[in-house]
């Protein structure tokens, strides 16, 4: 379940809105160790939000530093 917040102004009149919607975000990633401290991969996320019909995917690079070890 998602908050949705919006505000602006419109011909000098304040408008605010807020609603609940049910949504979705959901994604996958994967990293790929170079050495003890450093690993590169990607991830792939999908959000789906109801009440505005609005889907989104997107595609991301990560790049992991360790910077405690235990």
Same mark, same amino acid.
């Given at each position: 379940? =998602? ?42 996320? =999908?959000?789906? =939000? ?21």
């Amino acid at each position: 379940m =998602y908050l949705l917040f919006n505000s602006g102004e419109l011909f000098g009149d304040a408008i605010k809105s807020n609603q609940t919607c049910i949504g979705a975000h959901v994604g996958v990633s994967y990293t790929y160790p170079i050495n003890q401290s450093i690993s590169l991969g990607g991830e792939l996320l =999908y959000s789906y =939000y109801s009440k505005l019909q609005d889907q989104t995917v997107a595609l991301q690079f990560l790049f992991v530093y360790n910077l405690l070890e235990w």
